[in-house]
């Protein structure tokens, strides 16, 4: 494949995602300057762009690359993880959305502070950082993985990684928040339009759905929705579901909305535009099963891309590297958020002007970026690390519900205790012999771990929380308001 072609289809690309962020920058200077104006795009995201912004964020290398490398071994059931993913944001458009909009606060761990202790809060901030710097990290990874495999003479791994450090950091660092939605908008069309032709490309290669389904190995399990197994599918939809309540970069979508209606309706648009995307990409690992056979699976989309015309290749390039970037950019900003609003304004700099709140802000973004960066260079065990990510947010997500939905039985240690038992249950599952493990993921164990902690502090501390710390009667933002800011 000559690289020509697909290097001018990334420039084009990254045009269009430089001028959106732009635009956003000028968004942004509206606000005011200050951290919501920066990190919460001052409370006024249209659903559509929150959506975009969510979709973006779910849909990253895991989302395709990884889901094309593991239906080269279990056919279209690998594309139940995005389902998953698409379930948890569908749930909380439905239920949560609008009471986490109502609460007025820019993380999780503010909330924890407000209603139990400052230790809570300080707990919160460690376990999401872990969560989400290690996500942040494997971006970087993914980003160089992507560009050094499709693009081998111009890209190393190395190479591709800062390349795409640059992009998503000079995004984060320029528009902020507002930056990170508009550009997952053009985000979302580039991986759509990459993948889908990919996929089509892909099933005309081989004779259309009935072929590809009579060329595959008997013993493939092909087009059985259930080939890789019911506990595994259902464990992802449990931890996707648990994770979209309580991830900062997930949550942070909804607290920058409009106002409580504009929440759960980008939520559940959101969830729409996710739930498509593994399945597509589970036919283009299908199809390299037949076009590539014998070859290791990671390699499944890659071979298929550099097997299809430079136009091709460079348009599927582009949508798996908007994958990446989308998901990089939301995360950075989620990690910086915690880091300047729950750690520095919170013990060391409390009163800034707006302008110094911003350069706060951005000042955190670099520094974070030059710490994922080198994380993302020590590669070994960060896939294993991922697991902590999405396990500890069992105790984010109880927490959180127990506060909004039944304040009576949280105590003022509830979040501390919850928190540090989870952890404590994570690390017993991660040390302990394989074959003690009773249990199929290691998701239904934090949770009754979660529980077990949450209801034994509630027996045993009667300093009941204040309901009304909880959930303000409305949001003070109203969509009027936004509208304004907006214009």
């Given at each position: ?111 924890f502070e407000r209603c139990y202790s400052t230790t809570g ?199 798996l590297w908007a994958a990446d970037v989308s998901t990089a ?159």
């Amino acid at each position: 494949m000559t690289n020509t072609v697909p290097i001018a289809v990334i420039a084009c690309y990254l045009v269009v995602l430089f001028a959106a962020t732009w635009w956003a920058r000028r968004l942004t200077a509206r606000g005011g300057g200050g951290i919501v104006a920066y990190l919460l795009a001052g409370r006024g995201l249209p659903a559509g762009v929150a959506a975009a912004l969510l979709a973006g964020l779910a849909v990253g290398g895991a989302s395709t690359i990884g889901v094309a490398e593991r239906a080269y071994t279990s056919g279209i059931s690998a594309g139940w993880y995005n389902a998953a993913w698409a379930a948890g944001a569908l749930v909380m458009g439905l239920g949560a959305a609008r009471r986490y909009r109502r609460l007025e606060i820019t993380t999780l761990p503010e909330l924890f502070e407000r209603c139990y202790s400052t230790t809570g809060r300080v707990i919160g901030v460690v376990g999401q950082l872990v969560i989400q710097v290690v996500i942040t990290s494997l971006q970087y990874v993914a980003g160089g993985a992507i560009l050094s495999a499709l693009m081998p003479d111009v890209f190393t791994l190395r190479s591709g990684m800062a390349v795409t450090a640059v992009v998503f950091v000079a995004i984060a660092l320029i528009g902020g928040f507002w930056a990170a939605g508009l550009t997952n908008v053009v985000n979302v069309a580039v991986i759509y339009v990459g993948i889908s032709i990919g996929a089509l490309l892909c099933l005309s290669q081989v004779g259309g759905w009935s072929e590809l389904a009579a060329q595959l190995p008997a013993s493939h399990p092909g087009f059985d929705p259930l080939a890789i197994g019911v506990g595994l599918i259902a464990a992802w939809f449990i931890v996707m579901i648990t994770q979209v309540h309580s991830t900062q970069a997930v949550i942070q979508i909804g607290f920058a909305t409009r106002d409580e209606r504009t929440a759960s309706r980008a939520y559940l648009l959101g969830g729409l535009l996710i739930a498509p995307v593994g399945f597509i990409s589970a036919i283009i690992g299908m199809a390299a099963v037949v076009l590539h056979p014998g070859i290791v699976p990671a390699e499944a989309l890659p071979r298929v891309v550099l097997g299809l015309s430079p136009l091709a290749a460079g348009l599927i390039l582009a949508g798996l590297w908007a994958a990446d970037v989308s998901t990089a950019s939301a995360l950075l900003l989620g990690s910086a958020t915690l880091v300047s609003n729950d750690i520095v304004k919170r013990f060391f700099v409390r009163d800034l002007s707006p302008a110094g709140d911003q350069r706060l802000c951005r000042v955190t973004v670099l520094l974070l970026s030059v710490v994922t960066f080198l994380l993302a260079l020590t590669v070994t065990g960060i896939l294993k690390m991922l697991l902590i990510g999405l396990t500890l947010s069992t105790a984010y997500t109880l927490i959180t519900l127990m506060t909004i939905y039944w304040p009576a039985m949280c105590r003022r240690s509830s979040a501390t205790w919850t928190l540090l038992a989870t952890m404590a249950a994570l690390a017993v599952w991660l040390i302990a012999p394989a074959d003690w493990r009773l249990l199929p993921h290691p998701i239904y164990f934090t949770w009754l771990a979660s529980l077990a902690a949450f209801f034994v502090v509630a027996i045993f501390d009667q300093r009941r929380i204040n309901a009304s710390d909880a959930v303000p009667e409305r949001s003070t933002v109203t969509s009027r308001e936004a509208r304004e800011y907006t214009r």
